[in-house]
């Protein structure tokens, strides 16, 4: 452990709170914790949070944990343990200690003994709801539970007998003693610890009460010596409920600041809403390539350093804001930019045929791996009588400003020859399913000895040396910036996107591609930034589509 604690720039307001809390002595050691509950996958609002906790404690020379707010037994499961340790770890926030609140149960549990024996708590026998009736509303004040005044001797009694297991669950809870009437509804007599029996994925039966949220957090990061509980604006007014439980326990008491989650557009981030898209089967997993948690994230293409970047850009504030995701893509883009070697693939494919071409011929043109970057080197492309075009780049009536090809005119392959449109074949319904063109050779590599010029440049693949794929396109899951903006009756569902999810099972990709594998990204020219999914098997490659080469949000 360091003495001396270097102090950073402050650069907002947490880091601001951090080094004058240094300066002031209030904490010498400075240590943070990611607190997650194990009831779900972590989402991109987690890794703005993770960001948080994990930098302040690197940039002050501290230490971070990672902490399982596991009180909630109903809902938590080892598979969302697991799968928030790779994430996190993926992320590159590696923690220092591994923590689960249940391995504080017993420490916690003699904790409200002692409030008990401090007259500073009661076991109280109101249900639930009756509890919420005494509770009083914003301009009500509560009214005293009739078991308040319970002897430290009976609540003694009662607390270990709800621990034995005497009690049917819901029917007694350990509750505080602060103030029906504050201002604070928080304070108003708090729950501690409910009877519930329920498995429990760590201390299995061994519990038949559980601490609630803020009775057990302050504690553990107080056990812990956390120095600042970082977390978001919800629990605000859990604050003096988590500085009064430190203070009449008289234990190291740590400073709780809070900061704005981070709102995305066209994205939901609740887990309560994420689970409920999985289990009804909205999208196809918690790592879709369409959700937002970092698993989905991950399989769309994103890397970790994209995602680390878009949360050092957000930065932290106090209050709540919408932020764009044009961008998240844009972290993703600009690196990919500078990272993904280029190669040609066709989405939508239209057969093309060279009608002056020999036919049992092949020759190989040299194609850039990176315009930018002469280090990344070049490719060689074959090139034959038959290639593959995106239909879009061909129209028989062209629309106005229309400068790809079409009867008569003359376009540029890239890294190849022009080739001339001399004439379609039809099928019966009359569509255009082969378009016939003549090539110039003395265009090799992309430009006329003559001089002559043409609009367009398109890409293409050779139809018999091409690798064919399966390309997925994905839109924003949901239509609104909003989604939870919904009108009154009204549920997230519906702004879902009707069609978020677009399969092109008969794309064709360049034959370099042949071997991609996980891992590997692309910039398929003029349609955007692709990886390989981990549907990819060795007889069918799988691509997703990362992001567009434009922000199209402004379209
Ligand atoms: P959700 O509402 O999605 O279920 P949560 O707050 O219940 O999220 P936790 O597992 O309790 O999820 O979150 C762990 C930490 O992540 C908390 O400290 C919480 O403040 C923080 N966090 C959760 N969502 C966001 C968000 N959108 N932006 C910033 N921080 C967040
Ligand atoms: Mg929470």
């Not at 066709?346 to 036919?359: C, H, W």
Request: hydrophobic share 35%; glycine share 6%.
């Amino acid at each position: 452990m360091t003495t001396s604690v270097s102090t950073p720039v402050p650069s907002d307001f947490i880091r601001t709170a951090v080094a004058e809390d240094i300066k002031s002595g209030r904490f010498t050691h400075i240590k943070t914790r990611f607190p997650p509950e194990p009831n779900g996958y972590l989402h991109i609002g987690h890794a703005k949070a993770l960001s948080v906790d994990f930098n302040i404690a690197q940039e002050f020379n501290g230490e971070f944990n990672l902490r399982f707010d596991d009180t909630n037994p109903a809902k938590e499961e080892q598979e969302y343990v697991d799968s928030i340790k790779e994430d996190i770890l993926w992320l590159g926030y590696e923690w220092d200690e591994l923590f689960f609140a249940s391995d504080y149960f017993e420490a916690i549990y003699d904790y409200a003994v002692q409030l008990i024996k401090k007259g500073k708590a009661y076991v109280c026998d109101l249900s639930g709801d009756q509890i919420r009736e005494y509770r009083g509303t914003l301009t009500a004040p509560g009214v005293d539970s009739p078991y308040r005044n319970r002897s430290v001797e009976e609540n003694l009694d009662l607390f270990a007998r709800m621990r034995a297991g005497e009690f049917a669950d819901g029917s007694r809870t350990l509750r505080a003693k602060i103030d029906m009437a504050s201002g604070n509804i928080n304070m108003r007599d708090p729950v501690m610890y409910r009877i519930l029996r329920a498995h429990h994925h760590r201390t299995g039966d061994k519990w038949c009460i559980y601490p609630l949220y803020d009775f057990a957090h302050g504690q553990s990061d107080s056990i812990e010596g956390i120095s600042h509980s970082l977390c978001s604006l919800e629990y605000e007014a859990h604050r003096p409920l988590y500085d009064w439980y430190v203070r009449e326990l008289g234990i190291y008491a740590p400073r709780q600041i809070e900061f704005a989650r981070l709102n995305l557009s066209y994205t939901v981030l609740s887990k309560r809403k994420l689970l409920q898209l999985v289990k009804e089967g909205h999208v196809r997993g918690w790592d879709d390539p369409r959700m937002p948690t970092l698993s989905g994230y991950r399989r769309r293409g994103y890397t970790a350093a994209s995602i680390r970047d878009f949360c050092s850009r957000i930065g932290v504030a106090k209050a709540d804001s919408m932020v764009d995701i044009g961008m998240l893509e844009f972290s993703i883009r600009d690196e990919l930019n500078k990272t993904a070697p280029r190669a040609l693939a066709v989405l939508r494919p239209l057969k093309v045929v060279i009608e002056n071409y020999p036919e049992d011929q092949t020759d190989m043109l040299d194609a850039v791996n990176h315009p930018d970057d002469p280090a990344a080197g070049t490719r060689q492309l074959p090139f034959s009588r038959e290639l593959y075009i995106e239909q879009d780049d061909f129209r028989e009536v062209p629309p106005p400003k229309y400068f790809r090809l079409t009867p008569g005119r003359e376009v540029r392959l890239r890294y190849a020859y022009f080739i001339k449109c001399v004439g379609v074949v039809k099928d019966e319904a009359g569509n255009v399913i082969e378009v016939r063109c003549t090539y110039d050779p003395a265009t090799r590599g992309g430009n006329a000895p003559d001089g002559r010029k043409v609009k367009a440049t398109i890409h293409w693949v050779s139809a018999p040396h091409a690798v064919a794929a399966e390309v997925r396109l994905y839109d924003h899951l949901f239509t609104k910036p909003n989604p939870d903006d919904v009108p009154e009756g009204g549920h997230f569902l519906e702004g879902l996107t009707p069609n978020s999810l677009e399969i092109l099972p008969n794309a064709f990709v360049e034959p370099s591609l042949r071997d991609a594998t996980l891992g590997s990204r692309y910039q398929f020219e003029r349609n955007g930034y692709f990886c390989i999914d981990s549907d990819t098997t060795s007889e069918k490659l799988v691509f997703n589509r990362t992001v567009g080469l434009k922000d199209n949000a402004s379209k």
